[in-house]
């Protein structure tokens, strides 16, 4: 995929940047508009409860492990007294602690794209009736659905980034790893609900895989704004919004393809 996605980059760059800074700066200014801004405070605090309480409970199941790991190499050892392990236990748990902070930054993706699916609608609702409203709008996508599909994206988030943490650790070009990966993923979740409001599921993702370029590289934009600090809390909105406006310009391509093919097998 690489190669034809640097052609396209490099072929059409004037008129796909132009649309993917155009985007990017209507989905920026619509976040802080009044029907829009109340679905961002919802999902900021949605995201913050939830990295709340996966760290609680990674924080309290690896202070439990370092504890009984100290305890049971006292026992085995015997060469040191109560005092060294218990210290060491309080050291594994505040490592532990610190871990869990910088994992969540890596972790971003997974929670954007799980906190994104329960406000499809309510963003693109917002983003239509303001930019398209002449056009159809969407149908609402089942919570289900869209819970459903966020979920199976985070944990392959999850998954990208336990395979790629060892390269991360110990080799730069991890952090590329998990740039690209985030690319894909972020990209391919966000343009399909943004399409099955339209189209069935087994047609978005067909005119995903057609897009295939132009939707990774636009998931590069999402990628960037996730890895910024505070600010990423913000990308489940960012990134739905987003997404409406890329996909509206490759459904008018396809429309656009269409239609003279339909005209012409007219009698």
Known sequence: MAPSVWRLVFSHRPAYLSCMLDAAIKALTDMLRPPLRSVLIKSILLALALIVVIGIALQRLL??????GATWAEQSSGFAPHSAWAALAWFLSIMAGLGIV???????????????SFFVDDVADAVERRHYPVEPPGRALPIITAVVEGAKFALLSI??????LPFVLFAGFGLLVLFFANSYLLGRNFFELAAMRFYPP?????????HAGYVFITGMVISLFVSIPIVNLATPVFAMAFMVHIHKRVAAKRVALIEPARRSSLP
Not at 63 to 68: C, D, F, P, Q, T
Not at 102 to 116: D, H, K, Q, R, W
Not at 202 to 210: D, F, I, P, S, Y
């Open 63 to 68: 202070s439990s492990l370092a504890e009984s």
């Open 102 to 116: 910088t994992g969540a930054i890596f972790l971003m993706p997974a929670v954007t794209v799980f906190v994104g």
């Open 159 to 164: 998954l990208v980034y336990v395979v790629a």
């Open 202 to 210: 087994w047609e978005a993702k067909a005119l995903r895989k057609r």
